[in-house]
């Protein structure tokens, strides 16, 4: 096991394809007479987002964005985990998984790298700084190869463990993540307690469920209504892809516009952009992201965790399965933010929870300083 140097290059060819392939795209029609993204997303976005895909976008650029930072490649059992490695600038920087989920990429981290790898020189305090390690999840863009066998979240917590004791050397380490890598922490924290410093998440990976409340408290009525709503309304994606992966799979692998249209449509969703997907994220960003699904041709395996989930059961247990320090930062526009009351009853030992002003689900990439700023201070008390 041995990590090879590794720089994202897209052949030429397959930027040409794409550019035929959104040249030539065939889109359905609206619905009339309802919300232009009540039905899913919006046709006059989507024909402005193929638009300046075809005609705008600089992959080459967001490709060098990510190649400034390194990274490499390492075979972990019969998979290819693909990840960044950025030492830390400070006295004693401590190492960190920072980890993203779907529809999410290590995209999603460029901002906040610098800004917990050298604090020191972002206006923070130098020994607060974090040695960081980026994987792509299993199965998701370079840490996707064809045929190489799918990853459950407990497949991926050995896989990460594995990569940062044994050929990275870290002893202890700490996880971040949001998402699946919010999922991936908590196993971490559950499976690996004496090598996990403590877990830091901006999504509570809990059942949607409510048995478990017994006597509700008027937040617990209002996350009911919550999660009802969200049951009945956004939940679709999440049936296809933990129950028929591989048919969607199809569709996303032969259509840049209907895989754009499959993702960003979340991004709109789950961000705190009060309906204004740009008020969140520039075009760039998301096609960023949305190529790098493209060009990997990951879509199918990335659906995996929802599948393994779905049939194999939650990946940790649900009664005082992690007991680690954690650390919670619940932004207000998250999907789902359960009360206090409920996420004790996983994670046992809470020492930190921060309700934020502002920010959603891509809490890297919607509030980076923020976000910095409250893993910063989660952890300090663990440093060793």
Same mark, same amino acid.
């Given at each position: 096991m041995?990590?090879? $140097?590794?720089?994202l290059?897209?052949?030429?060819?397959? %930027?040409?394809?794409?550019?035929?392939?959104?040249?030539?795209?065939?889109?359905p029609?609206? $619905?009339?007479?309802?919300?232009?993204w009540?039905s899913? +997303?919006?046709?006059?976005?989507? #024909?402005?987002?193929t638009?300046y895909?075809?005609?705008s976008?600089?992959?080459?650029a967001?490709?060098?964005?990510?190649?400034?930072?390194?990274?490499?490649?390492?075979?972990?059992?019969?998979?290819?985990?693909h990840?960044l490695?950025?030492?830390?600038y400070?006295p004693n920087p401590?190492?960190?998984?920072?980890?993203?989920g779907?529809p999410?990429?290590?995209f999603?981290?460029?901002?906040?790298i $610098?800004?917990?790898?050298?604090p020191?020189?972002?206006?923070g305090?130098p020994s607060?700084?974090?040695? @960081?390690?980026?994987?792509?999840?299993?199965g998701?863009?370079?840490?996707f190869?064809?045929?190489?066998?799918?990853?459950?979240?407990e497949r991926? =917590?050995?896989?990460f463990?594995?990569?940062?004791?044994?050929? @990275?050397?870290?002893a202890? &380490?700490g !996880?971040?993540g949001?998402d699946?890598?919010?999922?991936v922490?908590?196993r /971490?924290?559950?499976?690996?307690p004496?090598q996990?410093?403590? %877990?830091?998440l901006?999504?509570?990976?809990?059942p949607?469920?409510t048995?478990?409340?017994?006597?509700?408290?008027q937040?617990?009525?209002?996350y009911?209504s919550?999660?009802?709503?969200?049951?009945?309304?956004?939940?679709?994606?999440?049936?296809?892809?933990? +129950?028929? $992966?591989? +048919?969607?799979?199809?569709?996303?692998?032969?259509?840049?516009?209907?895989?754009?249209?499959?993702?960003?449509?979340?991004?709109? !969703?789950?961000?705190?952009?009060?309906?204004?997907i740009?008020?969140?994220f520039? /075009?760039? +960003?998301l /096609?960023?992201?949305?190529?790098l699904?493209? &060009?990997?041709n990951?879509a199918?395996a990335?659906?995996w965790p929802?599948?393994?989930r779905?049939?194999?059961?939650?990946p940790?247990?649900?009664?005082?399965?992690v007991?680690?320090?954690?650390?919670? =930062?619940?932004?207000? !526009?998250e999907?789902?933010r359960?009360?206090?009351?409920?996420?004790?009853?996983?994670?046992? #030992?809470?020492?930190?929870?921060?309700s934020?002003?502002r920010g959603?689900h891509? !809490? =890297?990439l919607?509030?980076?300083?923020a976000? =910095?700023?409250?893993v910063?201070? &989660?952890?300090?008390? /663990?440093r060793q």
């Amino acid at each position: 096991m041995t990590s090879r $140097p590794y720089k994202l290059q897209v052949a030429q060819s397959q %930027i040409d394809d794409l550019h035929r392939r959104l040249q030539t795209v065939r889109l359905p029609d609206e $619905p009339i007479g309802i919300d232009p993204w009540e039905s899913g +997303t919006s046709l006059t976005w989507i #024909r402005r987002l193929t638009a300046y895909w075809r005609d705008s976008f600089d992959w080459r650029a967001q490709e060098a964005r990510l190649n400034s930072w390194p990274q490499y490649t390492v075979d972990i059992g019969p998979n290819t985990i693909h990840y960044l490695h950025v030492h830390g600038y400070g006295p004693n920087p401590m190492p960190l998984l920072l980890l993203h989920g779907w529809p999410g990429s290590v995209f999603e981290f460029l901002d906040i790298i $610098p800004l917990l790898s050298d604090p020191g020189s972002h206006g923070g305090d130098p020994s607060d700084a974090f040695t @960081l390690v980026i994987p792509s999840l299993p199965g998701f863009g370079p840490s996707f190869v064809p045929g190489q066998p799918r990853c459950s979240i407990e497949r991926m =917590a050995d896989c990460f463990t594995t990569l940062m004791c044994n050929e @990275l050397g870290y002893a202890h &380490f700490g !996880a971040q993540g949001g998402d699946w890598g919010a999922s991936v922490a908590a196993r /971490l924290g559950h499976a690996y307690p004496e090598q996990v410093t403590g %877990i830091h998440l901006n999504l509570l990976p809990l059942p949607r469920s409510t048995d478990a409340i017994e006597t509700p408290t008027q937040q617990d009525k209002d996350y009911i209504s919550t999660l009802e709503r969200w049951l009945y309304a956004e939940t679709g994606y999440s049936l296809i892809q933990g +129950t028929r $992966p591989q +048919t969607l799979a199809y569709a996303l692998a032969d259509s840049p516009t209907g895989l754009a249209a499959w993702i960003t449509e979340k991004f709109r !969703a789950w961000s705190d952009c009060g309906g204004d997907i740009e008020r969140s994220f520039t /075009l760039d +960003t998301l /096609l960023a992201d949305v190529s790098l699904y493209w &060009f990997t041709n990951c879509a199918g395996a990335s659906f995996w965790p929802y599948f393994a989930r779905h049939n194999h059961g939650w990946p940790f247990p649900l009664e005082a399965g992690v007991g680690v320090p954690t650390g919670y =930062a619940e932004f207000p !526009a998250e999907i789902i933010r359960p009360p206090r009351s409920l996420a004790e009853k996983t994670f046992t #030992r809470i020492t930190r929870w921060t309700s934020m002003p502002r920010g959603g689900h891509f !809490a =890297a990439l919607e509030q980076p300083q923020a976000l =910095a700023r409250e893993v910063q201070a &989660f952890f300090r008390p /663990l440093r060793q």
